[in-house]
């Protein structure tokens, strides 16, 4: 039986607890019948060994009465007084015949034998029952004394005439026809015992030899307590001892039959056995019964809700008004509520759950068939400063313009074969023809006016994407992406309308390539640094330079630094960049500081290295380490940077320049709000942007705007420095403009570090050719 099912649980429990109570019952039935039937197994014996008293008493009156009438005898007195010997003897050999005594004797006034029926006898034996009868008492004295190892149940009684003369005495023996005679009246086995020589010794007994031989075991215990009934796991009998004479020298035990006692008691023991024998087995086909009318619609309906939980649809069985009739009709109700919930969750796993149109798995479920059918468009839609929406009139504000925004989408003429919303503001449109872009604008018109949010009329602005495919050609990644890609190209086009190009898919993998491999070019030696020098034209020399970093990629060749540092700041990886730069330039610093050329190198810092706050403590433990000081080293942002997060940007900087750093707006003047936070930088050079350098001996107003930059800077207490410089007359304009310091490929172009201290050592020479007109 497996106890694991419901059923064999029951079973086995109503059988348990019908065993438990059997068996209290047969063990409370059974030691209550046991203790009975030792009680009254005691109280037999109790009787028998009365019975074996009153038959002793018996025997001793009926002795004293014979003795009592020969001592009475004149002829035995005359006899005894003219000591006839031979009359003596024949008197007491009579009488003796008379009542079966079989021993007689006659003893003096002083204890002599005078007469004895025993030859053998020893006079010490009765020395006792001589000293009682000696007393002086008219009357008979009675005792069982052992004589010659034999028992003897012995009487004596004065002989006077009239003085006392002598003393005649008859005994019986305790022997096997008087145990056979207690026998018969008690119904008991006897066994008359003795002490001889310190040992127990058994005389007569009625028990088998083979039970007479374990009885000497259980003599001790028998006789250290008379009168209790006692027994031996190792013999049949329950048996109990009875002194015969006041020295406790002679015993008579009696025997009682373990079976005559016992035989009630397992005659009962075998009938309650047979009555839980028929008891369990009935129980056992009640509790099948029992168990199988629960187990029954229990199983029925455990395969109903296992049906339920693989989905299938299942009748519930029928069912009473019971408990379970109330779980079937419970489990009808949830199987129901299933199926609804399922259709839900269904629902919900492929539905937007805001607009209620097809998610981002439903639509790479459904866009798979419709790109093997036939040649289509496919149009992305992303809304222009939604998170300013969001930000202005809120979530739930930005939510309902959704709503109103799929609504409209979903009538447009013509209606797309496939509308989902992918995520956040973006939505695909699916058409079974290729779109140009006036069908577009056609499309995008009765979307960007006129949406209600708090009373107000908002229009909106899209961005559209569009991939026009061929059926049969890509898979849903690859539609998506380059779908995704005309998107990203729509948000640079004053129209907001992109059409993918051939092959822009694959610079957009160029560039994920771009990004997989960075974090392993910098560990691989593909990275290295070049320098360009700073060159004081004011007092001419050269004193610093600028760190670029260059990317020699092994399958893509020299990657341009404008690529790859904004994948790295897409992708989270310009602060690698960024530690691997300073760890570089530092380095390469201390080496040039030891050696003695005490150049300051400048390197380029992002708006995310601004915002790491172990920056500062970073740079500190890179200087200590390559014990440089804080003064070689300078460190370059851009306005745009520090716009991100001025307040953070600007505690930033502060931290810095507590360091002894050199700070540097780079770009400067093609940021916004430079003026409005020029003020508030804690700089010390201004980097006019190349913009304005390269034509300025041709355009009068860039060389204004340098003069004005320049001045400006210069009150504030900044140094300034142009980029850009590719002629000797550009290098006059900022002269006049009174420029600091120039950096440009009229100087010098980017550098190793090698080659810097080559052109530095040709320096002095160069400095007279380029001021002079004549660049080297």
Known sequence: MRF???????????????????????????????????????????????VLRQALDTRAEQLSNSVRILAADFGFRRAVATA???????????????????????????????????????????????????????????????????????????????????????????????????????????????????????????????????????????????????????QDYVSVAVPLDQQQQLWAVQHLSNQRWLSSYQQLRS???????????????????????????????????????????????????????????????????????????????EHDSVTGLYNRTALERLLQQWLNSFDGSLLQLNIQQFKSINDVLGFSNG????????????????????????GGDEF?????????????????????????????????KLYAGIYNFAAGQLSVNDALRRVDIALEN????????????????????????????????LHNGQFFVVYQAKVNIQQPGCSSAEALIRWQHPQLGLVPPDQFIKLAEHSGNIGLIS???LQQVIAQAAHWWQSGTPLQLAVNLSVFDLLNPQLADDIAALLQQHQLPAAALALEVTESAVMEDTDTVIAQLHRLRKLGITLSIDDFGTGQSSLAYLKQLPVHEVKIDRAFVKDIEHNNNDALIVKATTQLAHSL??????????NQAGLQQLLDCGCDKVQGYYFAKPMTAAQLDAWLARLPQQLRLWFNGAPA
Do not use: C
Not at 331 to 336: A, E, K
Not at 399 to 422: H, I, S, T, W
Not at 446 to 452: A, E, I, Q, R, W
Not at 492 to 521: C, T
């Open 4 to 50: 694991k099912s419901l059923r064999g649980k029951l079973i086995f429990i109503l059988l348990l607890m019908l065993s438990l109570l059997a068996l209290a019952t047969g063990f409370a039935t059974l030691t209550t019948l046991k203790r009975d039937s030792e009680l009254q197994a005691q109280h037999i014996l109790n009787v028998s060994a009365k």
């Open 84 to 234: 006839e010997q031979e009359t003596i003897e024949s008197v007491l050999h009579n009488h003796g015949n008379r009542i079966n005594a079989s021993l007689t004797l006659l003893l003096a006034p002083d204890g002599t034998l005078l007469a004895s029926s025993s030859p053998t006898l020893n006079m010490s034996d009765i020395t006792p029952l001589f000293q009682q009868a000696g007393t002086g008492s008219d009357n008979p004295v009675a005792a069982i004394v052992s004589l010659n190892g034999q028992a003897y149940q012995l009487v004596l009684a004065p002989v006077k005439a009239p003085n006392l003369i002598a003393h005649v005495g008859m005994g019986f023996p305790l022997d096997g026809p008087l145990a056979q005679q207690i026998k018969g009246i008690t119904g008991l086995d006897i066994s008359f015992t003795g002490i001889r020589d310190g040992q127990h010794r058994i005389g007569n007994s009625t028990l088998s030899s083979a039970h007479q031989q374990q009885l000497p075991d259980l003599l001790s215990a028998l006789i250290a307590q008379p009168d209790t009934v006692q027994s031996s796991p190792q």
């Open 271 to 349: 009938q309650l056995f047979y009555i839980f024998g028929a008891a369990l087995s009935l129980s056992l086909v009640v509790a099948f019964i029992f168990a199988r009318s629960i187990t029954g619609p229990m199983q029925a309906l455990s395969e109903f809700a296992r049906q339920i939980g693989q989905g299938f649809a299942a009748t519930a069985p029928p069912g009473g008004n019971d408990e379970v009739g109330l779980l079937s009709r419970t489990l009808s109700t949830m199987q129901q509520d299933i199926q609804q919930r399922e259709q839900q969750l269904l629902f919900n796993a």
């Open 399 to 422: 939510d309902l313009l959704l709503q109103q925004l799929a609504q409209r989408l979903q009538q447009l003429v013509p209606a797309p074969v496939l509308l989902a919303r992918p």
């Open 428 to 460: 695909v449109l699916l058409y079974p023809h290729t779109l140009l872009t006036e069908q577009v604008q056609q499309l995008l018109k009765p979307l960007l006016n006129s949406y209600k949010l708090q009373s107000s009329a908002i229009n909106l």
């Open 490 to 521: 729509a948000r640079q086009m004053p129209e907001s309308i992109a059409f993918y190009q051939q092959g822009q898919d694959e610079s957009h993998q160029r560039e994920l390539g771009l990004i997989r491999d960075l974090p392993v070019a």
């Open 579 to 581: 530690q691997w730069m």
């Open 717 to 726: 207490g900044f140094s300034v420095t142009a980029e850009g410089l590719e």
